[in-house]
C-alpha cells in the first residue's frame, strides 16, 4: 500500500510560482511499476490529470499547463514535485498527487483524468487571484 502526502500550496497572484511536494512511502512502491502524477479538481470543474511522470522519468503534461508546469522525482527521498510558473487564476484547484497502475506516462495522464488510479493524497489548495 503506498501512502501519499502532498504539501506546498497556497495562495498567489497570477504570474506566480508554488512548488508541490509529495512524500511518498508505503511498501511496494519502489518495486512497482507505478507511474505517479497530479491531478486537480477546480470548482464547478471536471478532474483534470495535469502531469505525469513514469518510473523511468518520462514526463506527460496537459495542454494547459505544457511549458508552464514541471514535474519531477527524487528516487532517493521518494518525493514527487509539481513545479508551477506563470500561474494564472485557473490554475486554482485542489491538487492531488497519484500513483497510477501503469507504465507509460501519457497513459497515466489519462487514466487520472478517469480517475483511475491506485492511490492518492489529501490534497493540496492552490488559488491564484488576478
Known amino acids: 500500500q503506498v501512502q501519499l502526502v502532498e504539501s506546498g500550496g497556497g495562495s498567489v497572484q497570477a504570474g506566480g510560482s508554488l512548488r508541490l511536494s509529495c512524500a511518498v512511502s508505503?511498501?511496494?512502491?519502489?518495486?512497482?511499476?507505478?507511474?505517479m502524477g497530479w491531478f486537480r479538481q477546480g470548482p464547478g470543474k471536471e478532474r483534470e490529470g495535469v502531469a505525469a511522470?513514469?518510473?523511468?522519468?518520462?514526463?506527460a503534461y496537459a495542454a494547459s499547463v505544457k511549458g508552464r508546469f514541471t514535474i519531477s522525482r527524487d528516487n532517493v527521498a521518494n518525493i514527487l514535485y509539481l513545479q508551477m510558473n506563470s500561474l494564472i487564476p485557473e490554475d486554482t484547484a485542489t491538487y492531488y498527487c497519484?500513483?497510477?497502475?501503469?507504465?507509460?506516462?501519457?497513459?497515466?495522464?489519462?487514466?487520472?483524468?478517469?480517475?483511475?488510479?491506485?492511490?492518492w493524497g489529501q490534497g493540496t489548495q492552490v488559488t491564484v487571484s488576478s
Open positions: 508505503g511498501s511496494g512502491y519502489t518495486d512497482s511499476r507505478y507511474s
Open positions: 497519484a500513483a497510477i497502475d501503469i507504465l507509460s506516462a501519457s497513459q497515466a495522464l489519462g487514466l487520472m483524468t478517469r480517475g483511475r488510479y491506485v492511490n
Open positions: 511522470i513514469s518510473k523511468g522519468g518520462t514526463t
